[in-house]
């Protein structure tokens, strides 16, 4: 009996050392890639717009706040649900695309399985200030809900979901007078508190009497115009 209860001991230790040694192999920093030089620079400027204090997610700002999140921000990166976007790819050209690049992937798995590295603060960037965002719609937007025929001619910029359900998806197209159809925007899996705009690569043409199609009566999603004449501006006052 006794020789059972050391033999067990025996083995309680040798199964806590490796335990231990797991976690020490975990915390061997095997990369020269640092949160400080590499990491934060990309996270600055692909990240932090939403992952910011008083932003609407977990700040990426700091190293402490960053390193309890390291291994779900390799998962988010990989699968790319981070940074959201909330769109199908390829329907539609938006220049506000923050995908991140082969290389910036590559970056972040490497720091990630090489040990979490935080490097020197003098390598630190300077943190970016919050001035609200890049733009909200203005008053000249164009809001619409449900199909929505021009009265006008309007060179479109962008476009603005102001009132989709989360998760919704939601494909939009305007259907010019030649009969022509021009792919919009396809919205999937967006959530509100992305709060982002989707600027097209190029503004389109679009003529008086083009149908947009694919916005549900209770949604709504505002056409950015790239400039508004006088003129139109008096008409679209009297929608
Ligand atoms: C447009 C806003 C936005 C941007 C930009 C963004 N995120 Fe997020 N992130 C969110 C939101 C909102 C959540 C909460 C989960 C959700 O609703 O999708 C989240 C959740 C996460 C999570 C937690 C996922 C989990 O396990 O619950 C990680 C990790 C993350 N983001 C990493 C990143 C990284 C890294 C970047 C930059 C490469 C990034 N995010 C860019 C909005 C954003």
Known sequence: MKCLILFISFGLILSLCSIFFVTEAHDVITTKITFSREISRIFYERCISCHHDGGSVFSLMA???VRPWA??????????RMPPWGAVKGFGEFRNDQALTPEQLELITQWVEGGVPEGEAQDLPP??????????????????SGDF??????????????????????????????????PLLWLYEYKSKYGHPFLLRTPIDLPAGTIVRGVPPQSSIVL????????AEAQDTQR
Request: proline share 11%.
């Open 127 to 144: 943190q970016p200030k919050f001035a609200g965002d890049s733009g909200t719609p203005g008053p000249d937007g164009l809001v619409v």
């Open 149 to 182: 025929k021009l009265d006008r001619a309007l060179k479109l910029d962008g476009l603005w979901p102001q009132k989709v359900t989360d998760d919704e998806s939601l494909q939009v197209i305007a259907e010019l007078p030649t009969g022509n159809v021009e």
């Open 71 to 80: 291994v779900a921000i390799k998962e988010e990166v990989l699968s790319r």
């Open 63 to 65: 190293y402490p706040e």
């Open 224 to 231: 950015m115009p790239a400039t508004l004449t006088p003129a």
